[in-house]
């Protein structure tokens, strides 16, 4: 009989969160076996778009400025080491508001202090640079030039490979919710029916199961992950027409309207999506399909402020789930009955582009001790949502 291999770390869930946290692990010289139920970056997981913003701005929460720079920095490392240099697109990242939009002007004060390069722009300034924009009620904005466009689910199959190839294990495997007080030693699979259940044992584990950990957790996580249906569509750009593709439109976010979008990346058409939280949905069996509010709301917004393209035809959408915290801070933190046991999650709608910072700080918590910041600590999630972070 074989003994049961023993992984330092095991991460449950390879997203951007769990792809990046076992990299990070392995290249502290860790043991990681990296599982997930349907593959990285799949369809039903918040990672699994085609492409997702970084942007420093952040208003007044400036740790994410600096967890957003420095995750870019090693993003770009990755994707120049893996010779996958065209999974960033530097677009610029376009914020527009009304004239003296507090969030704004803070951000200003923030990148400024970072160092994040960026243009300040008053409303003749838009008008004359973005003429495929209606500025209806908009008077400022600012652009934010290193920032841009990260190709979602290929970076995450990116990172995987990556930390496939320095010694990590990856499986396909659906897991079942730990229990119990104190420590554990290992975790199963989900049975299936006609299979053994799979084990596995390790000393740490983390879940980085983005909507799902409001399943997997249903007493402590139930009311504190707050998983929304969020829809996404890109719209065919006329023939022949530059006005909707970098660099004649950067990634650009309408704060009167909580509104965002990306010009027409790889010809798949501008990508649009509402920003407000939907209800609330089951990862696994949400339906994918667009519904027909969902278009009419779309179809009236673009040809409000992208009169062009009014009568453009929606070529593709995407159904997928934020996974909030109730202000949308993130929730990295120990269990609170299982000491090792981890939760790496509540992404909320701004997760993706802090992979790297995330990883790197699971690890400084795990292998260094290192001080905690509490703002994603479990208590202070709260079971009742009121949105602060954006
Ligand atoms: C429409 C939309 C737009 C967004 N826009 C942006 C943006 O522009 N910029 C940005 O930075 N962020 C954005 N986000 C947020 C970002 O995508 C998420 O915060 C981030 O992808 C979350 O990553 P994750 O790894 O935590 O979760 P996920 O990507 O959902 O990964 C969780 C993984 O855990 C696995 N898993 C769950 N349960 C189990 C189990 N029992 N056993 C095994 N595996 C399991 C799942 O299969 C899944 O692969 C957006 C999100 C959405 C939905």
């Known amino acids: 009989m074989h003994a049961t291999k023993l992984y330092d770390v095991a991460v449950v869930g390879a997203g951007a969160f769990g792809a990046w946290t076992a990299l990070q692990l392995a290249r502290r010289g860790k043991r990681v076996l990296l599982v997930d139920a349907y593959g990285p970056g799949h369809s039903r997981s918040s990672s699994g778009d085609e492409s997702r913003i970084i942007r420093m701005g952040y208003g007044t929460d400036e740790i994410y400025t600096r967890w957003s720079q420095r995750s870019l920095v090693q993003w770009r490392e990755l994707f120049a080491a893996t010779g996958n240099e065209e999974l960033y697109r530097k677009t610029g990242v376009l914020w527009l508001a009304e004239a003296e939009n507090p969030q704004l002007r803070v951000t200003k004060d923030v990148l400024k202090r970072n160092g994040a390069e960026f243009e300040e722009l008053d409303r003749d300034g838009i008008v004359a640079r973005y003429p495929q924009i209606n500025v209806d009620g908009i008077a400022s904005g600012i652009l934010e030039l290193e920032s841009g466009v990260l190709l979602a689910r290929r970076a995450v199959a990116a ?232």
């Not at 929606?314 to 269990?335: A, K, M, P, W």
């Open 159 to 390: 990172v995987v490979a990556e930390a496939v190839r320095i010694g990590v294990e990856f499986k396909l495997i659906a897991i079942a919710e730990p229990h119990g007080n104190g420590e554990i030693e290992s975790l199963s699979s989900t049975a299936i029916e006609g299979s053994a259940a799979q084990r596995f044992t390790a000393k740490t584990f983390v879940f980085a199961c983005g909507a799902w950990l409001a399943k997997l957790f249903p007493e402590i996580l139930g009311d504190r992950i707050f998983p929304t249906r969020q829809s996404v569509f890109y719209l065919g750009i006329p023939g022949g027409e530059v006005r909707f593709s970098f660099p004649a439109l950067p990634t650009w976010l309408i704060k009167n309207d909580e509104c965002y979008g990306m010009p027409d990346l790889e010809s798949r058409g501008l990508k649009i999506a509402l920003d407000k939280h939907g209800e609330r949905v089951d990862p696994d069996t949400q339906s994918r399909m667009v519904t027909p509010e969902e278009i009419a709301e779309i179809r009236r917004y673009v040809a409000y402020r992208f009169p062009a393209l009014a009568n453009a035809p929606i070529v593709e959408t995407r159904v997928c789930q934020y996974e909030n915290t109730s202000n949308g801070d993130f929730l990295i933190d120990r269990h609170p009955t299982l000491s090792n046991v981890w939760f790496a999650g509540g992404g909320s709608g701004h997760g993706f582009k802090h992979g790297p910072a995330v990883g790197e700080y699971i690890a400084g918590q795990l292998l260094d001790g290192s001080e905690p910041e509490e703002r994603f600590l479990f208590d202070k999630k709260k079971t009742i949502q009121h949105r602060t972070v954006y």
